[in-house]
């Protein structure tokens, strides 16, 4: 995004400010797409909700063709209410209340259980058309934080390999019939050789399963975790090298163990929004303490990762006067150590530690990059600091797609608040 574009921006919507750009989402989703379906024409992506659920952005991936990922109850009816046909919804929750799994039920969407455990109490409810299981192939990675590592001894998702048998034993003896296999082990990782690495771990447990207990997997689910690059010098995930060296092994292995027709599906987040999103956000205090801080209405309220994570997002400086119209460049192009704040009463609200950027002054913008998954899902209203605004580009004109939150939506759920 332009300065220019930056600065007309927040002009007319405030900030803090979400913008996305809608031609960047389709790119990263045709990409992908056209990167495993060339070479396994029976492939699916399944966009992983949770990483931005505004429905002006799902509504984009759907148009490309994506089906939807959904974690919870309300994802699931996000997806409802855009119309997606069940059969490319994919209901993967984990720690399942009662009434998740009657409205997985009730969605007839792809089934997938976190563990064996859940499946008496769905089956309380009801019978599934097809129901997958998520294994924990002992194989975690992240490029982001250990958190983000999803398999392995620590994680808390999946059921571990070596009892992967007993709960598909299960299930048939229970009378299902259909059948698919899921595994998600890490997240925003950059190394292609990683995923043919899991892939292969996950055929070599499942494939002696299904000649054992005669199923014909309908579905193979390898996850997501597609990395894009944060830092300065990170090298993009070479998605190519990906697809090819993960439908290798399938090929092989599909073949070895007589899974004939299975499907291939991914559930990405990030790599189809992640690059496509920044935040605006306004310097309002410039503190000199101990150490230098630059204090903005971007903070860990509106931006959780780098307090939650430490992660690391670029930040581009839009230099403007009286914070609204830009006079020409300043006399000087100084560079200076400063650290970045939120307005949360909070020591932790300092996201940006120590970081170079051009000499900041009151009125000037900052632009977030890589913000467009797990930024503002993740935002809350702290200090009654409120959510802010989301914007969608269409070939660089704006289109507001969620106001920001003002005094009377945060009072809006309660009881005992009168007006006036």
């Given at each position: 995004m332009k300065n220019d574009?930056?600065?007309?921006?927040?002009?007319?919507?405030?900030?803090?400010?979400?913008?996305?750009?809608?031609?960047?989402?389709?790119?990263?989703?045709?990409?992908?797409?056209?990167?495993?379906?060339?070479?396994?024409?029976?492939?699916?992506?399944?966009?992983?909700?949770?990483?931005?659920?505004?429905?002006?952005?799902?509504?984009?991936?759907?148009?490309?063709?994506?089906?939807?990922?959904?974690?919870?109850?309300?994802?699931l009816k996000l997806a409802m209410r855009l119309r997606v046909p069940a059969e490319k919804i994919l209901f993967s929750g984990n720690m399942l209340a009662d009434a998740d799994l009657k409205a997985g039920l009730e969605s007839k969407a792809l089934f997938n259980l976190d563990d064996t455990s859940l499946l008496p109490r769905l089956l309380k409810f009801g019978r599934p058309e097809v129901l997958s299981f998520r294994i924990n192939p002992a194989i975690g990675k992240s490029n982001v934080h250990e958190s983000d590592e999803l398999a392995g001894a620590k994680a808390k998702f999946g059921i571990p390999w070596e009892k992967a048998e007993a709960a598909y034993a299960l299930a048939k003896e229970k009378g299902l019939k259909r059948f698919g296999v899921h595994m998600m082990t890490g997240s925003c990782v950059t190394d292609p050789a990683y995923f043919a690495k899991i892939s292969e771990k996950l055929l070599n447990c499942v494939g002696p399963i299904g000649k054992k207990l005669k199923i014909d997997f309908e579905f193979i689910n390898i996850g997501g975790g597609f990395g894009i690059p944060y830092q300065p010098n990170e090298k993009p995930l070479d998605i190519e090298k990906?697809?090819?060296?993960?439908v290798e092994i399938f090929k092989k292995k599909t073949k070895e163990f007589g899974l004939s027709e299975v499907k291939l599906f991914v559930e990405p987040g990030r790599y189809l929004v992640g690059d496509a999103g920044c935040l605006v956000g306004r310097v309002h205090a410039i503190k000199e303490s101990y150490k230098k801080f630059v204090g903005t209405d971007v903070g860990m309220n509106i931006l959780a990762r780098p307090v939650l994570y430490g992660?690391?997002?670029?930040?581009?400086?839009?230099?403007?006067?009286?914070?609204?119209?830009?006079h020409g460049p300043r006399t000087t192009d100084l560079v200076e150590t400063v650290t970045v704040t939120g307005q949360a009463c909070e020591n932790a609200d300092a996201w940006a530690k120590d970081r170079k950027l051009p000499k900041l002054e009151v009125g000037d913008l900052i632009v977030v990059e890589n913000a467009g998954a797990y930024g503002y899902v993740m935002s809350y209203p702290y200090n009654g600091r409120l959510r802010a605004a989301e914007v969608l580009l269409e070939k660089n004109q704006p289109k507001l797609i969620r106001k920001r939150e003002a005094f009377e939506d945060w009072m809006s759920g309660t009881t005992l608040f009168q007006k006036g």
């Open positions: 574009l930056a600065k007309t921006l927040a002009k007319k919507y405030g900030t803090p400010l979400y913008v996305y750009d809608a031609e960047r989402i389709r790119e990263n989703y045709r990409r992908l797409h056209k990167a495993f379906s060339t070479r396994w024409p029976d492939f699916q992506i399944f966009y992983a909700v949770k990483s931005n659920s505004n429905p002006a952005v799902v509504q984009i991936l759907l148009q490309e063709g994506a089906g939807c990922d959904c974690a919870s109850e309300n994802e990906t697809a090819s060296l993960v992660a690391y997002h670029g930040i581009r400086v839009v230099k403007c006067s009286n914070g609204t119209t830009d």
